[in-house]
């Protein structure tokens, strides 16, 4: 059985503007990455100026939608860890750049 600690990590953040991000870490207990087909965007992202997470906490994936992926198995995450980053529109705030289809 997998323990939640096993899940992959957010290795780097660079979405400075998200109230879980601090010095480009995500310290969310766990992110979730949905958006829709070809477009892993990050669904746990929140514009907010205060800071909030938990600070000795690197996130981890709880879940991800984008069963295209190739590192999704039973919509969950599999890669080693993932790495958030700009989406490719502005009105796209933070995307899971380890996203890759076959
Ligand atoms: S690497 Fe793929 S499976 Fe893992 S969180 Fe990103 S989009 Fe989802």
């Known amino acids: 059985m997998t323990a939640l ?26 992110v979730t990455i949905a958006g829709g087909t070809g ?7 929140i514009p907010l ?10 996130a981890h994936v709880g879940a991800c939608q984008r069963g295209e992926c190739v590192h999704n198995d039973h ?3 599999g890669a080693p860890s993932i790495r958030v980053g700009a989406g490719a529109t502005a ?12």
């Open 91 to 102: 009105a796209d705030h933070a995307d899971c750049l380890t996203f890759a289809t076959a």
């Open 75 to 77: 919509l969950e995450c």
């Open 49 to 58: 100026s205060a800071k909030g997470g938990l600070d000795k906490v690197v």
């Open 5 to 30: 600690t096993d899940l992959p990590q957010v290795s780097e953040c660079s979405i400075d503007g998200c109230g879980y991000n601090h010095e480009h870490g995500c310290h969310a207990g766990a």
């Open 39 to 45: 477009d892993a965007s990050c669904a746990t992202f």
